[in-house]
Nanobody, 115 residues
Framework: QVQLVESGGGLVQPGGSLRLSCAAS????????MGWYRQYPGKQRELVAT???????NYADAVKGRFTISRDNAKTTVNLQMNNLKPEDTAVYYC?????????WGQGTQVTVSS
């Protein structure tokens, strides 16, 4: 059973930065894409940023220019650098590995942007 372990969430002031990381407990074959999603209370999970196996990136309009997704060459870790954070970025963030075997999700990490 593969586990995705997230780290890096927390409380930050508006304008601040956080870096989220997500590491897989073992290599997952045939990765299609890796990414980050977030969920507000009572809302559906929404895409934040993804990176395909071919390094193509996709960002939600709300985070373009502020967030940057990256991964290691082994495709076992995915990161999300979040700069110029805003209160509306407050949510639970989930990492996702999408392979031909299915979707794998992290347990979620809380990001709170507040003064």
């Amino acid at each position: 059973q593969v586990q995705l372990v997230e780290s890096g969430g927390g409380l930050v002031q508006p304008g601040g930065s956080l870096r989220l990381s997500c590491a897989a407990s073992r290599s997952i074959p045939n990765i299609i894409a890796m990414g980050w999603y977030r969920q507000y209370p009572g809302k559906q999970r929404e895409l934040v940023a993804t990176m395909s196996a071919g390094d193509n990136t996709n960002y939600a309009d709300a985070v373009k220019g502020r967030f940057t997704i990256s991964r290691d060459n082994a495709k076992t870790t995915v990161n999300l650098q979040m700069n110029n954070l805003k209160p509306e970025d407050t949510a639970v963030y989930y990492c996702n590995f999408h392979s031909f075997l299915g979707h794998y999700w992290g347990q979620g990490t809380q990001v709170t942007v507040s003064s």
